[in-house]
C-alpha cells in the first residue's frame, strides 16, 4: 500500500512539473529575442530591460495576489483559474506586441497572469508532500520551470532564423495552453484544501500574522535579495552570451541564435541546481544551504562579465555553475517558508515574499540595462561594460 502512495504520490509530480514546464516557454521568449528586438524596435538598452522589468511587475502583482486567494478558495482552483488567463495573455503578447511601448504593456499584461502556476503549485506540493522530503520535490517543480526556460531558448534561437522572432513568441505561447491541459489531468483528483481558523478562534488578518513572524521574515528578505540576483541573471544571460559571440566572430543573426542556444545549455545548470539543493537542504539543513549556494552565486555574478573574451565552451561552463549556484537555494526558501508558516497563511506568506522578491527582480534588469548604457557612453571595452553591469546584480 505505501509502495502505492509513493508511486502516485510521484506520478503526481511529474505531471504537475510538466505542467509547470509548459507554462515557463513564454517567461524567456523575449530574453531570447533581445539582440534582434532592441535595433528592430529602436530601443536603448535601459528599454530593453524595462520590458523584462514591466514582466516581472506583472508577475509580482499576480503572485501577491494568488497567494491571498488560495488561502480564501483553495490553491487547486486559483492553479486552475491562472492558468487559462495565462493561456490567453501570452498569445495575445506573441501576436500584438510590435514596439517598446506595446511589448512593455502586453508583456507585463502576460506577467500578470503568469503567477498562478508559481506559489499555488508550491502550496500544492507542501499540502500533498510530508517535510522530510519537500525540499526535493519543491527543486523538481522549480527544475521543471528551468527546463521550460531551456526549451524557450532553444525554441527561439532555432525557429527564428526560419519564422522570425513572432513566429517562434507564438510557438512559445502555445505552451501555457498545453499546461493548462496538463494541470488538469495532473489536478483531476486532488482537493481543493482551504484550512480553517482554529476552533473557537476568529480568523486573523493574515498580513499582520505574518510580518510578526520574525523567522519566515528573515527568510523572506534573504529571498528579496537572492531575486535581485537570479532575475537580472535570468533577464540578461541570452544577450551577454550573444555578445560574447559576436566578440569571437559571428554576425548579429548568428550571435542572437548562439546565444539562446548556449543560455539554454547553461540552464540545465539551473535544473541540477534546483533539485541538488532541495535534496541538499533535506539532508544538510536549510540555513546552511541557503548560505553555501549565495556565496557561490555572489562570486560567479562578480566574475562572470570580465570573462566575455573567453572562448564560447568555456564561457557557457561558468554560465552553467552560476545558474546551478544561483537557482541553487531556490527551493530551499520556498520549502523553508512552508515549516516557518501555519498552513492557514501559507499562501499570504508567499504573496509578501513575492511582492518582495519580484519587486527586487522586476527593478533588477533595468538597472543591469542602465549600467550598460551608461558604460557605452563612456566608451568602456565589453569586458568593463559586462563586467560592471554582472556585479551591479552581484551587490544584491
Avoid at 153 to 177: D, Y
Avoid at 265 to 273: E, N, R, V
Wanted: glycine content about 10%.
Amino acid at each position: 500500500m505505501q509502495d502505492t502512495s509513493r508511486n502516485s504520490d510521484a506520478s503526481w509530480l511529474a505531471w504537475l512539473c510538466l505542467s509547470r514546464a509548459s507554462f515557463a516557454l513564454i517567461f524567456t521568449a523575449y530574453s531570447a529575442a533581445i539582440p534582434l528586438l532592441t535595433p528592430e524596435w529602436g530601443m536603448s538598452a535601459g528599454q530593453t530591460g524595462l520590458i523584462q522589468s514591466a514582466w516581472h511587475a506583472g508577475y509580482l502583482v499576480s503572485l501577491f495576489t494568488v497567494g491571498f486567494l488560495a488561502d480564501r478558495y483553495g490553491a487547486k482552483r486559483v492553479f486552475l483559474v491562472s492558468s487559462i488567463a495565462a493561456s490567453v495573455s501570452a498569445m495575445i503578447f506573441a501576436l500584438f506586441a510590435g514596439s517598446f511601448l506595446s511589448g512593455a504593456l502586453l508583456y507585463g499584461l502576460t506577467g500578470l497572469f503568469s503567477g498562478g502556476s508559481y506559489t499555488p503549485g508550491l502550496t500544492l506540493i507542501a499540502e500533498r508532500v510530508a517535510p522530510t522530503k519537500r525540499g526535493r520535490a519543491m527543486g523538481f517543480y522549480l527544475a521543471a520551470a528551468s527546463f521550460g526556460y531551456a526549451v524557450a531558448l532553444m525554441l527561439t534561437g532555432a525557429l527564428t532564423p526560419w519564422i522570425g522572432w513572432r513566429g517562434a513568441f507564438i510557438v512559445n505561447a502555445s505552451g501555457p495552453l498545453v499546461g493548462t491541459l496538463l494541470a488538469l489531468y495532473a489536478l483531476r483528483a486532488t482537493p481543493n484544501l482551504i484550512h480553517p481558523a482554529p476552533a473557537g478562534q476568529p480568523a486573523a488578518n493574515p498580513l499582520p500574522v505574518v510580518l510578526g513572524n520574525k523567522p519566515a521574515m528573515l527568510a523572506t528578505w534573504a529571498y528579496t535579495f537572492h531575486s535581485w540576483e537570479m532575475l537580472g541573471m535570468k533577464a540578461w544571460m541570452p544577450a551577454f552570451l550573444a555578445a560574447a559571440a559576436y566578440v569571437s566572430g559571428s554576425n548579429a543573426t548568428e550571435a542572437a541564435s548562439l546565444g539562446a542556444g548556449l543560455t539554454a545549455i547553461a540552464y540545465i545548470g539551473s535544473m541540477a541546481g534546483s533539485v541538488a539543493g532541495g535534496a541538499l537542504s533535506d539532508r544538510m539543513g536549510r540555513t546552511w544551504t541557503m548560505l553555501a549556494m549565495s556565496f557561490a552565486s555572489i562570486t560567479c555574478s562578480l566574475s562572470l562579465g570580465w570573462l566575455i573574451g573567453l572562448p564560447l565552451w568555456l564561457l557557457v561552463a561558468v554560465a552553467a555553475f552560476y545558474s546551478f549556484a544561483a537557482i541553487g537555494d531556490s527551493s530551499v526558501y520556498s520549502t523553508a517558508t512552508t515549516e516557518l508558516v501555519p498552513p492557514r497563511y501559507i499562501g499570504a506568506a508567499y504573496s509578501v515574499r513575492s511582492a518582495l522578491g519580484f519587486g527586487a527582480g522586476a527593478f533588477s534588469p533595468w538597472v543591469f540595462g542602465l549600467v550598460l548604457d551608461a558604460t557605452r557612453a563612456a566608451h568602456a571595452s565589453p569586458a568593463w561594460s559586462w563586467g560592471l553591469a554582472w556585479s551591479a546584480i552581484g551587490v544584491g
